[in-house]
């Protein structure tokens, strides 16, 4: 494995400029909205209005905050222990935090800009959690270097803090719908904030296969004509991840919270214990992008699973 190769997977875009700050640090721990990873920002970073993070009122200063798989932390920290002196000139540095021993690099960088390529300082820190790895990138200007220094983002880091569960509420105000009925799903988490979640009887640890669950969320697409829906929902059930196999055993148009959509259901087989699956997704169409509902359960259980699946998505409307 590359040293970086997760560290890379996630990429911050800032501009020049930056606020001239008083001091260094805010008081408290603070989580940005959907985020399990939290952290004391240094004074003049608010939270991210485009992303999950932090980031100062022009935007110079960004610090985006993702979760990696579990594994990746150990992948991550196994790498820097077989060669701690690092690549390419990038050392790896470790540092205590709350959750644990967490492992950053810094490295120098070119950024573009309206008026050109800007010099950028890179960060990158990786730290444990209970059913995740947590990543925080930071990208500071060189003309805002003399106020986020080396020294402050370090501190930074080091206040590190995690939460193995964001609560409901706060993840559902961060969809661009409206959820009003769960069917007594345990766990919920975010995919992507504002855009897809997953509610489920499973966790991480114990993989969401094994047990009904549900993706919910919206795609930047939608078929070009009602006649061209049913191939649209055939082609885009394809694309459900993890899913091996796959057989088409149903297809056919439908009403959903009175708008036009498609209901088709597949045989599969999902997950690492290769458990076999019945699936449904429901697609409601809009004018540019459509809301997509997928639920999967292991076929044994469907009868169960099937009312719950529907319950939920009829309790998905828009938001006023």
Known sequence: MKLLRYFAAVALIVAANSTVLSSAFAADPVFPPGARVGMTPL????????????????????VLIADLPVDAYGEVANAFKANPAGTGGIKPESIETAAGLAYYTVENGKENAKDGAANVRRYSMILPGPTFSGYVAVQV???ASRIYTDDAVRQMFASAVIRAEVPIEEQLGLMPFKMTELSNFKNIRTLAPGAALIISDGDEKTGFEVAPFMIIGLIGSTAASPDDRGRFAQQIATTIPGVRDGR???????????????????DATSGKDNTPVTIVQWLRFGAQTSMRIIGSSPRDDWTKAFPRFRAVRDGIHPRG
Do not use: H, W
């Open 141 to 143: 200007p060189e003309n």
């Open 248 to 266: 088409i055993t149903m297809s056919e148009p439908v009403r959903i919270d009175g708008q036009p959509g498609y209901e088709t259901r597949i």
């Open 43 to 62: 004074v003049g970073l608010n939270k991210a209005r485009t992303f999950i993070g932090f980031e100062t009122e022009d935007q110079g200063v960004k």
